[in-house]
Every structure is written in C-alpha cells, then in structure tokens.
C-alpha cells in the first residue's frame, strides 16, 4: 500500500513507456513491422542504414500517435520535429535513432486510473498521472546473446518498427498506483487499436523512475529502473526500489542517479550503469525529414492538399472508440452492477461482449447473469486455464457462442 505521513518518507514513481504501434509496415520504411519471422528477414536497405536511403514517414504511425494522444487528453502538436539522438551500439546500425526531441507531436496529457481499496477491495479510488508528452520513435534491431558459442547475434527486424513514448509526470507513490495506470493504458491501447499492449512480448516497455523524499521537501534523486515484463513485477520492482532508498538514507548514505535492473528472481533492483557521467546523444535536427504537419479539421487544410494524404484531428477524434473509462461507467449505470464488476469485465478480453450478450440472449436480470458470469465463467476459465478469447468456444462466432452460454446459464437456474 502506497504509505505517507509528514515526517515520513514516501515513494515518487514517474514512468517512461514505450509502446510499438500496431501498423503493417515500420515508421520510415515499407518493411513489415511483424513480430514473429525468420530474423532479418524484415529489413529494407533503410532499416539497414545503407548510404543514401532516406526516411519516408508512415502515415498510420502518425494517426496512431495521435489517436493516442487524443485518448490521453493531449495537445496535438500541428507541427512536430524529428532529430537524431546518437548511441553506439550494435542493434543501431544508423548510429542514432530518429527521434522527437524538441517538439514532439503530442503533450500536456491526462491518464486516468482507478485503484481498488478498503477492506474488501471494492472501493473504487480514482487517481490521475500527467503526461508530458508523446514522442514518436524508431525501435532499435535486437542483440541476441549467444552464451554458448560467446558471440552476439544481431536481428534488425525490430529496427525501425515504430514506437510511441509516452513520458508520465512523477505522480505517483508507490507500485500498486504504477501497475495500475500501466493496466488502464494498455486497456486503452487497446480498445484504439494502436498497440497490442503486450508487456512480455515487449509491445509495451515501462521504465519506472523512482525516488523518496519527505511530503513538501523538493523531490529526491531518482533511479531508473529496466527490465520489468508485467505489471506485477513493476509494482514489486518499485516498491523494492522505494524501500531500498528509503534504507539508504536512513543509514546515512546517498542515492545514486544510477540505472537499475530488476531481477524477478531474487525480487531485487541491481546496479546496471551509472548515470552520474551524463551521455552525450548529441542531438541534431534529422535533415532529411520536413516538420511533421497535421491539420485541425478539412476547413483548415490549405488548397492543394488532398485529406487523403495528411492527417486530420479531426476525423481521428470522431473515430475514437469506447474508452474503458466510460466504458465501465456505463456498464454500472446500464445494468445496476457493482463498480468492481465493471473492472473485472473489462479486465478480461471479450469479456463485455460475452456479458452484454448473454444478457440479450438469456433476458435475465444483470445482476444474475453478472454473478455468473464472474463468479462460475471465469471460475470455470481458470481451472482450465483458458482465456475468454481462446477458450473451446473461440472457434465458434459469436452468436454460437452466446447460445452455448444461455444454454449454460440457463440451467444453473
Ligand atoms: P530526462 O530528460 O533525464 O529523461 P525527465 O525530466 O524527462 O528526465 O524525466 C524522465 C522521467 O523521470 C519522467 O517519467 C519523470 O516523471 C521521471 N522523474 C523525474 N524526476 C523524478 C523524481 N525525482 N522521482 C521520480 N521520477 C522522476
Ligand atoms: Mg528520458
């Protein structure tokens, strides 16, 4: 539980995500951004940095960005920038990674996210992160460690597959806030359609900066904390991370403005590289990309410019979907159910779609079917290891499906 009286000293958790968007082809090339083939067969001559290639954005890239930042409650940037943040390494071969660094196309956002409480945990706590910006990026190729044989394999078909960072002000206090707020985005995400979301399959990558500091001092130095692949490890990560600095200063030493790595073994943070010698990215304007330009509506586009070739806030905003959010506000409003119910419906793909209808079906008062439904469906799914969306059912449309149900529900009464 996040903790905090005055004299007390408390977590401060910002978190940097980094989220690959859900597009056929990558962010400066016309090779598939998939995410299981042969290596290296997804890479084009830019992808590989050979002289003379040059960048040609994607244009679902840039909607995605946007639709995101639209569904964050972000300032859209009408114009944005690209630069090049330099690095060497070898899943790099350019040797710097195009970038928004000084305008990026989003910014000045809202993520909101609920915690449930109280004793039974059934109070809904409803909190808020800022987010200051969304910037798009190139994904990096992938170092694939060969231990037996001592050598480093490289797999460029990740390299230049494109990703959205999403910076988060550092409003939160502790791991349960973190995992949290992650598990809403990915839910949005989701439900926009611009990332799968996925932590373990590396579709969505947080980075949590943590520090501790007494309520009304100035903030502390932060740690960086990597290598974290589900929600769980992120709340135990940080929470680790808190206590750890929090037993530091106790004892009379100093925290180090140091990246961490989290071992899901041993549950500890360990010391990965100091960050103390600030690395110089040497950043430059990318030369070879004009500002990125969207424009508000089809009124403001300028004449000559065909819609079908830039991009409109405008029509993204008419085509967000259903946020969970108000998603789960309906549900309870709609169907008279408990508050947690909506949580755990929304936490489980297809879920709602299942609900909504067998409750079509069956006629039934939604408070029995959602008693069922969460109770001996998902009971039901988990003893058997199954997910709603893969269960015996999945091969069955929907309408099947939902008679197989009634039937069930049916007889239990
Ligand atoms: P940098 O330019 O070094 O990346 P930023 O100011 O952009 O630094 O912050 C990066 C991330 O660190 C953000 O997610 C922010 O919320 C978080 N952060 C900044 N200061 C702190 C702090 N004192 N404690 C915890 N997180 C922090
Ligand atoms: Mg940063």
């Known amino acids: 539980m996040c903790l905090s009286s005055p004299q007390q000293l408390v977590g401060v958790v910002g978190l940097e995500v980094h989220a690959q968007i859900n597009s056929n082809t990558k962010l400066f090339s016309s090779s598939p951004a998939r995410f299981s083939a042969p290596p290296n067969s997804l890479v084009s001559f830019f992808d590989a940095s050979l002289p003379g290639t040059l960048p040609v954005l994607n244009k679902q890239c ?245 819609a079908c070739q830039t991009v409109v806030v405008q029509k993204i905003k008419e085509a967000l979907p259903e946020l969970p959010g108000v998603k789960r506000d309906r549900l309870v409003q709609t169907y008279g159910i408990l508050p947690e119910h909506s949580f755990t419906l929304l936490n489980e793909d297809g879920l709602v779609e299942y609900f909504e209808a067998l409750l079509k079906a069956t006629k039934k008062e939604p408070r029995k079917v959602i008693g069922w439904v969460t109770n001996d469906l998902l009971g039901h799914l988990k003893r058997h290891d199954m997910s709603v969306k893969t269960s015996r059912n999945a091969l069955l449309n929907t309408q099947q499906r939902t008679l197989i149900l009634s039937n069930k529900f049916i007889q239990a009464h």
């Open 62 to 306: 840039v909607e995605a960005a946007v639709m995101t930042g639209l569904a964050l409650n972000c300032t859209i940037n009408k114009k944005s920038l690209f630069d090049r943040k330099h690095y060497f390494y070898a899943d790099l071969p350019a040797g710097y990674q195009i970038t928004q660094q000084r305008r990026p196309i989003a910014v000045d956002g809202v993520l909101s996210y609920s915690l449930l409480g109280g004793k039974t945990r059934n109070q809904v706590i409803r909190k808020r992160v800022h987010i200051k910006q969304i910037q798009l990026e190139q994904d990096s190729g992938k170092s694939l460690h060969d231990d037996a044989r001592s050598q480093t394999l490289i797999d460029l078909n990740r390299a230049g597959v494109g990703l959205m960072e999403l910076v988060m002000e550092p409003d939160m206090s502790c791991g349960e806030e973190a995992a949290a707020a992650v598990r809403e985005l990915q839910l949005i995400l989701q439900a926009l359609g611009t990332c799968q979301g996925n932590m373990s399959e590396g579709q969505l990558r947080v980075d949590a900066n943590v520090s501790v500091h007494r309520p009304g001092e100035p903030l502390g130095v932060r740690t960086e904390v990597k290598n974290i692949n589900s929600a769980r490890y992120l709340a135990r990560a940080i929470d680790y991370e808190i206590q750890r600095q929090i037993e530091v200063l106790q004892n009379g030493g100093t925290v180090h403005n140091e990246t961490r790595a989290y071992d899901s073994k041993s549950g500890e943070t360990i010391p990965m590289r100091d960050k103390e010698g600030l690395q110089d990215y040497r950043f430059m304007p990318e030369p070879n990309l004009p500002p990125l330009i969207v424009y508000e509506d089809d009124a403001s586009l300028p004449t000559g410019i065909d």
